[in-house]
């Protein structure tokens, strides 16, 4: 790292000089140059006093070589300047500042730049030779050391600047106890944080859960002794169940609340007007909240934090209005009826507690790359307490939605995932002893001849996820395009109305998501008579010469349900369709689970009839144990919804751990093992994206997609900009005025520039920021005597040429003088791979060492799509 020593401070500059050489060796390497890469280091222009190389690093040069740009003030006062003359790039500028004064608080002279706002890879010193109270954050010059809003951060160049950190903290901790207590707690910085993100995503979790329960029975009635208890707990000091509707003495609803009976057309009228009256108003409130305090709160969430964990920045999407409001809109959006979940959003929220708490560590805050550390740990914890599956939630982490994984991160991961599980538990929203959210016990044995229902189970649920994803990203397409988009609360309204009228009647969708879900994983068990899918004949059969079993047949209460159950399927598919984009709070694992839940039960109660009518077919030989039912329709139903989550979100690993921890059948690994394989394979012969990764293609974010393969054989110089023999614009370094460069600026909207030796030999030098250049040229003119449009800006170190004409401004420091760098004929499968593997923002395209041009992240996700036959326009961001 190159430091830019102000005249009058050399003397303290000298201090940080061992520092600086040390960090230099750190730079060169993650800037991923190897002796293969093209460099100019070999070319005659290349000399040491041309400063062509594009991969030395100098320190300072001489008094008459500095700038001092530096306004005068008291010597009490802390002085502003423009520190621009540096060699890394930061995520947050006031963060940053603050880092500088935690461990460089001994030197003497207080120096601080105080800029806001910046643009991608800002070239601002991590540390500072000036002083130690580099931590207060200054307005006078917004936008230093900050990313731009939707671009993509640089993980390198914050990789090392973290690595140059350590090293410090590493070097300074044997000088006093001091440091060593500081160094101390930069180490267990990580663990501290995650525990905090742990701690506070369940208790947001546990609030969320009580909240939606209590809201989503007040639709139904209330509890006179106790307003705040909901059904549950109002009828659990008498022991009566809350699925014995008449039975609860204590509970009233909304009809007993007027003095009508409990039953009665007119008591069913009154509760179904207050039925839909209490959805539209929850609805509407969540609507309004999101729409006027935080718009970024809408939807799911995860493939915007699968965005932001791949390096883009969202302002204010991880932000506190946004956790605020999320919580509040989910438990109202859920609470309303509609057809959505809260599993999906608790992700984005124990997101936005990871964002909120990273800021108090530095090592987190003020290092966008760290931070995704933090980000893919909070991820865990939110798939944790949605589902009480900590293990599940670490590799949903990995699977789905991180990008950069290392293995402290799992540790991480791990451990915030089980802090949030044990606060979850502690404060039991589930209401029972388990901290799982549909806890099952099955005892009974499944026999190979059911992996073939499995099976099937799993291409259903490959076919039905493909068919919900298409239909749903025609209607968010229309949506998006159309009139609809500009009314969102008119539309939430209309669906909460449409949903009201229509699932009450039916009490399979009238009754609450997850308690339908349960009922349909639940085993029957003798003189059930609260589940009407336990409406069974039971008689005892001779199987063979003196052995009996007892088998099972239907009775009219379940070929009823049956019926219910199939409109209930297609209800809650068609109603998932219009919802799943909505301007409220909304996620898609539990409405995936209840259509895959329907689905495998039916098949389940069909197979087991199959077993009741043909009890001697040979595959079932030797399996009839007297007195157990030979098939678990529960089991199919726990199958089916696994298949059906998969083949909407295509995933796998995770997703069969989620489900075995979900439900506590551990037995049953192969089952859904099997099922969820087959679900993808359907799922991506038919379709090859997830919902979320349809959602990000919709949006148009730079996503570069890890797992999937690039298979065409174009070349660099195929992709570059600007093509052959158009104009590239560039930046020469010694011979272009401060007016020739602003008007560069004002005629091109370039996110940086490459600087060459001359528009003649166009041999690379190095890259420079825009950013980085109206800011230093800003400030020039503001601080700096003597400056104006004709001075010549130099990126090099040599003394210019005497001239009658004003002084030169030395802009050198704020050169990236080692740019990452192809050559024309590299593959772009092999670029495609520098992209995702070293998270690179742009890389210049050379050829024997001649600049012919530049790609970026948007270029190569352009060219992806047009190779693939998209529309390579649709990629929205940088």
């Known amino acids: 790292m190159e430091k830019f020593p102000l005249k009058g401070n050399r003397e303290i500059a000298a201090e940080g000089n061992s520092y600086i050489t040390a960090y230099q060796s750190v730079l060169k390497k993650s800037n991923g140059h190897t002796a293969g890469e093209t460099s100019n280091s070999d070319h005659p222009l290349a000399a040491p006093s041309s ?18 740009i530096t306004p005068r003030s008291s010597p009490g006062e802390v002085s502003n300047h423009f520190n621009t003359y540096s060699r890394t790039s930061t995520a947050d500028n006031s963060d940053m500042e603050r880092e500088r004064g935690d461990y460089l608080h001994h030197q003497q002279q207080s120096v601080s730049n105080s800029h806001q706002n910046q643009r991608t890879h800002q070239h601002v010193p991590t540390h500072s030779a000036f002083g130690d109270s580099l931590d207060e954050p200054h307005d006078d010059i917004p936008g230093i050391g900050q990313y731009d809003d939707f671009h993509t951060i640089d993980w390198q160049r914050d990789i090392a600047r973290d690595r140059m950190r350590h090293r410090y903290i590493v070097k300074k901790r044997q000088d006093s106890l001091w440091d060593l207590v500081k160094g101390a707690h930069d180490a267990w910085s990580g663990w501290l944080c995650v525990l905090l993100v742990g701690i506070a995503a369940g208790c947001v979790a546990g609030m969320v859960d009580i909240g939606a329960s209590w809201m989503s029975d007040l639709k139904h009635g209330i509890c006179p002794q106790a307003f705040w208890f909901n059904r549950e707990q109002c009828c659990w000091p008498s022991k009566q169940s809350v699925f014995e509707e008449g039975n609860c003495s204590t509970w009233k609803t909304w009809p007993q609340v007027f003095g009508l009976s409990r039953e009665g057309t007119g008591a069913y009228i009154v509760s179904y007007i207050w039925y839909v009256l209490w959805a539209l108003l929850f609805a509407a409130l969540s609507a309004s909240l999101v729409r006027m305090f935080a718009p970024y709160a809408c939807g799911s969430g995860i493939p915007e934090i699968k965005t932001i964990l791949s390096g883009f920045i969202i302002r204010g999407y991880l932000g506190k209005w946004t956790l605020l409001i999320k919580s ?67 590799l949903f982490s990995l699977e789905e939605v991180s990008y950069y994984f290392p293995l402290k991160t799992l540790w991480r991961s791990f451990f915030c995932a089980l802090i949030a599980a044990f606060v979850l538990r502690s404060l039991t929203p589930f209401g029972n002893e388990h901290s799982v959210l549909f806890f099952v016990e099955y005892n009974q044995p499944w026999i190979f001849f059911e992996l073939i ?6 291409i259903m649920g490959g076919i039905i996820g493909t068919l919900f994803i298409k239909a749903n990203l025609w209607w968010c397409r229309f949506r998006k395009f159309s009139k609809l988009g500009q009314y969102p609360v008119m539309e939430v309204l209309v669906v909460t109305l449409v949903t009201g009228i229509i699932c009450y009647p039916n009490p399979f969708t009238r009754m609450n998501m997850n308690e339908l879900i349960y009922l349909l994983f639940s085993q029957c068990s003798p003189g059930d008579v609260s589940n009407p899918l336990c409406d069974y004949t039971r008689m005892n059969i001779t199987n063979g010469a003196s052995s009996s079993i007892e088998v099972t047949q239907l009775g009219p209460g379940v070929y009823r349900a049956i019926g219910l159950l199939i409109l209930t399927f297609f209800l809650k598919l068609a109603l998932t369709v219009f919802t799943f984009g909505m301007k409220v709070p909304a996620g898609l694992f539990i409405p995936s689970l209840l259509l895959g839940a329907i689905m495998g039960r039916i098949v389940g109660i069909a197979v087991e009839q199959f077993a009741y009518s043909y009890p001697n077919v040979w595959f079932f030989t030797g399996e009839c144990v007297q007195g157990n039912n030979l098939i678990t329709p529960g089991l199919y139903a726990m199958v089916g919804a696994a298949a059906t989550l998969g083949g909407v979100t295509r995933m796998t690993v995770s997703l069969v751990v989620i489900m075995f921890e979900l439900t506590g059948g551990v037995g049953y690994i192969v089952p859904l093992m099997a099922a969820a394989m087959a679900s993808k394979w359907v799922g991506d012969a038919l379709g ?8 990000i293609a919709l949006n148009g974010y730079p996503f570069l997609d890890s797992k999937e393969e690039f298979a065409h054989t174009t070349l660099a110089a195929d992709v570059m900009q600007p093509k052959r023999n158009e104009t590239l614009n560039v930046i020469t370094q010694d011979s272009m005025t401060v007016d020739d460069i602003e008007t560069l600026l004002k005629e091109t909207e370039h996110n940086g520039y490459p600087v060459v030796v001359s528009r003649e030999n166009q041999y690379l030098v190095g890259f420079v920021l825009r950013r980085d250049l109206n800011l230093a040229l800003g400030n020039a003119k503001r601080f700096v005597e003597g400056i104006n449009g004709q001075s010549v800006v130099l990126f090099t170190s040599t003394a210019p040429a005497q001239n009658l004409g004003p002084p030169p401004l030395k802009l050198k420091k704020i050169l990236d003088m080692a740019p990452i760098t192809v ?8 670029v495609v791979d520098m992209f995702r593997k070293l998270g690179l923002r742009q890389t210049l395209v050379t050829h024997n060492g001649r600049l012919l041009g530049v790609i970026t992240k948007k270029d190569v996700l352009r060219h992806v799509k047009q190779m693939d036959n998209e529309d390579p326009n649709t990629v929205l961001f940088n």
Do not use: W
């Open 51 to 68: 400063s062509a190389a594009t991969t030395s690093l100098t320190t300072p040069e001489d008094d008459d070589e500095m700038i001092d």
């Open 688 to 695: 090859r994206q997830g919902i979320y990764d349809a959602h």
């Open 823 to 830: 050559t024309d004929q590299t593959p772009m499968e092999t």
């Open 453 to 458: 229902p499995f099976v099937f189970l799993g």
């Open 328 to 394: 509040v809109g989910l438990m109202l959006s859920v609470s309303a009826g509609l057809t959505l979940g809260k599993e999906g959003p608790m992700v984005h929220i124990a997101s936005c507690i990871g964002n909120i708490f990273s800021h108090l560590f530095p090592k987190y805050g003020r290092n966008e790359a760290k931070k995704r550390e933090i980000l893919s740990a909070a991820a865990a914890a939110g798939v944790s307490v949605a589902f009480g599956a900590p293990i599940g939630g670490v």
